[in-house]
């Protein structure tokens, strides 16, 4: 092999490596690494959304600045559990309630990601105003997401 094939064999080699790397969805090489990961996630979420959801009911009393860092921790986690659906964590129904249908309509589950994504953000624009009137809406629609991913996605 002259040396510019060479050269040549060996960029082809480190982009393919690359390629593969970007592939990789997610941290992961055990599954139920990835289903644990992506159930903490969302117990997290859960947390957040518990304080919100009883300021908003009016169960306790209204805090704007700690509504406002609820609803950015859930913002911010909102991104954190769908990879570990992906790789490893893809059809896994031990010790895990995701449905298998998941798999099966994984654009639909994208795109309520995003909606749920969406739905966050003006939440917390809406938190900024201060005014639980504005907030109100904006949480019952995150919660409908929650639900209605749940609803088609997760078991029970
Ligand atoms: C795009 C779909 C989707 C959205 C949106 C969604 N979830 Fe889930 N959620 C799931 C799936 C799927 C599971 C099951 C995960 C598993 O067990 O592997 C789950 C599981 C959970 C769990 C159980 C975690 C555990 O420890 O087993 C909690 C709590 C939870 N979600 C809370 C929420 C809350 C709160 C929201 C909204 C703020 C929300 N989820 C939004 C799909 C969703």
Excluded at 57 to 82: C, M, N, T
Excluded at 113 to 142: C, H, W, Y
Aim: charged share 25%; glycine share 4%; with cysteine.
């Amino acid at each position: 092999m002259t040396l510019s094939r060479t050269l040549c064999f060996i960029a082809t080699l480190s982009l393919c490596l690359s390629l593969l790397n970007t592939a990789q969805a997610n941290p992961f090489t055990d599954a139920e690494d990835a289903v644990k990961y992506r159930q903490q996630a969302l117990s997290m979420m859960r947390d957040n959304f518990g304080i919100m959801s009883a300021m908003a009911r009016g169960d306790r009393d209204y805090d704007a600045e700690q509504f406002k860092q609820r609803a950015k921790a859930v913002y911010h986690l909102s991104y954190i559990p769908w990879d570990a659906f992906q790789g490893v964590g893809e059809r896994v129904t031990e010790n895990s309630d995701a449905l298998p249908v998941i798999w099966e309509n994984w654009s639909d589950f994208e795109s309520r990601i995003s909606n749920f994504q969406q739905a966050v953000q003006e939440l917390v624009e809406a938190a900024d105003s201060g005014n639980m009137r504005e907030i109100r809406p904006k949480f019952m629609t995150v919660a409908r997401n929650c639900q209605q991913c749940h609803q088609g996605y997760r078991a029970d």
